[in-house]
């Protein structure tokens, strides 16, 4: 197999908005989100459901931006996804602003936002924020880059969600974030919003990062907001989650043009049989966790978790293409209790930080197994509906980079196979992430970056990876005195 991307390949790196913004100035500090009060919050704290590190000691790109896109240069990247905080951009109420919806119990069928709605909207948007997003965007434009833009990566609005107060009434009192399907109404105002004031700058965009991520991590007993453990209420966050998603899709068709093209992010884990008498539970695994969300946006069968199967035409055909979040994989086991599967610690996801996993692999400073060939068939897993495909996030948590230079190698090789022997569909890879920042609840010992920062003096050093990420970048493939990276293990790991 020859070592080349295809030409025209997109290469870049993806970054959320309150992993980076805020840190170098006092400007940037944003305290009107629910991820900024959760992060605060002291029975967080002292519990340790979060570390203790606060936005507000981050790598600061709200200022610094020129620096990281010249990073981006640096590197040779061509695509940058970036991402608008709905919180600066809104941190006041917009209830008030009237609009058009056509809802049925808890089903959100259609919403309209009219010039004179938007109007409004633009009155009541923060101009200094809406300008410093309109200037960070022109930059990366400027200097080649196409821009992919994320509307929803994580924090909400505080009068959209408050966090405390959710966690504290067990889901009854709010305002309830995702819990509540007018959430869904002010997300599509919000995309409405975003599409036609920046509709001239963003090259594709996408609704929104990793909707299972917060369903999952929220409301199962995680350490994300709101910190609940019951399934109704992830079920109905999920729910919401979807519908979101087809509002905000129309809205961007609507007001950025019918020829914008509209992604969703999504965290694919793939779950493997741990042996022959497994695979119907990894079966069962994929289709809960993620094959029936794809089936709702695409198909409108809505079945959430795999349970049920509501006809939605709304949600139906509301995607255009399709990010990949690939980390880890899960190893899966039958088991009679419903959801009839059970994850089995020791591997993927659930190994022992910077060590091996029960598969003799090396795991991530997170405890992740190092598994490239989940990343093929994650690939695999989402090229049945048919659509372009970018990989939008993968990456290691990896502060002595001792792995991610092979990590890079190893995964960008399986990801070749997925392109030429499996004929995926594959436009871009973008890289998690070009510089260390906050790693939500974890703080900040977790490092992401291909770029080191020193968080207290805001600079930034490349790691030895970044160098070789650029090789392959500049050469559109693997270059041949990387090679022998892309086989695994090897010997750079240690395996
Ligand atoms: O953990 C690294 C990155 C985050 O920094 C990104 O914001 C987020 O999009 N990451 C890893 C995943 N998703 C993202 C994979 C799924 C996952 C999320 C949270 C696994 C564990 C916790």
New binding site residues.
């Given amino acids: 197999m020859n070592l080349e991307f295809p030409k025209g390949f997109l290469w870049g790196i993806s970054m959320?908005a309150f992993?980076y913004e805020m840190g170098a100035s006092p400007d940037s500090v944003d305290p009107n989100s629910d991820w900024y009060v959760w992060l605060h919050d002291r029975q967080n704290v002292e519990k340790g459901v979060v570390s203790g590190d606060v936005p507000e000691n981050g790598p600061g790109y709200y200022d610094l931006f020129r620096v990281d896109h010249g990073w981006a240069c640096w590197l040779g990247l061509n695509a940058w996804r970036g991402n608008v905080e709905w919180s600066r951009i809104f941190p006041k109420s917009t209830r008030d602003v009237k609009v058009h919806v056509d809802a049925e119990g808890g089903a959100i069928r259609s919403v309209e936002v009219s010039e004179e709605a938007l109007k409004r909207l633009d009155e009541m948007a923060n101009k200094a924020a809406v300008n410093r997003y309109r200037e960070i965007f022109e930059d990366l434009k400027c200097r080649g880059l196409k821009l992919i833009l994320n509307l929803y990566?994580w924090p909400l609005p505080l009068w959209v969600h408050d966090p405390i107060k959710v966690r504290d009434t067990g889901g009854r009192e709010g305002p309830r974030g995702w819990l509540d399907a007018e959430t869904v109404v002010e997300f599509a105002k919000f995309a409405a919003y975003v599409a036609w004031k920046f509709g001239d700058l963003a090259d594709m965009w996408c609704t929104m990062?990793?909707p299972n991520?917060v369903w999952s991590?929220g409301y199962t007993g995680g350490n994300f907001p709101p910190g609940l453990n019951d399934y109704a209420l992830s079920l109905a966050a999920a729910v919401n989650l979807v519908q979101a998603h087809a509002r905000a899709y129309d809205q961007l068709k609507e007001h950025a043009g019918r020829d914008a093209q509209v992604g969703i992010i999504y965290?694919v884990t793939p779950a493997e049989p741990a042996a022959d008498e497994d695979r119907e539970a990894a079966e069962t695994a994929n289709r809960v966790m993620t094959h029936w969300y794809f089936e709702a946006i695409t198909e409108g069968r809505l079945a959430p978790f795999g349970v049920g199967g509501e006809r939605r035409e709304d949600l139906k055909g509301r995607v255009d293409w399709i990010g990949v979040?690939y980390?880890s994989r899960l190893l899966v086991k039958a088991d009679e209790r419903p959801p009839g599967y059970r994850v089995l610690p020791g591997y993927g996801?659930a190994c022992k930080p910077a060590s091996k996993s029960e598969a003799g692999l090396p795991t991530s400073d997170f405890g992740w197994e190092i598994y490239p060939w989940g990343l093929r068939k994650a690939v695999n897993m989402i090229k049945r509906y048919g659509k372009p495909m970018m990989i939008t996030?993968n990456g290691i948590a990896d502060a002595s980079d001792r792995h991610r230079s092979w990590y890079i190698v190893s995964h960008l090789y399986q990801l070749l196979k997925a392109i030429k022997v499996d004929g995926a569909d594959v436009r871009g890879y973008l890289h998690?992430s070009l510089i260390d920042n906050l790693?939500?609840a974890s703080g900040f010992k977790m490092r992401?970056g291909l770029i080191y920062v020193d968080m207290k003096t805001k600079q930034r050093y490349p790691r030895p990876s970044a160098y070789v990420f650029r090789d392959i970048v500049c050469s559109n493939g693997i270059p041949d005195y990387l090679a022998a990276y892309a086989e695994y293990p090897n010997i750079l790991s240690g395996a």
Wanted: aromatic share 32%.
């Fill in positions: 959320a992993q990566h990062n990793e991520v991590i965290a979040n980390y996801f996030e998690w790693e939500w992401f």
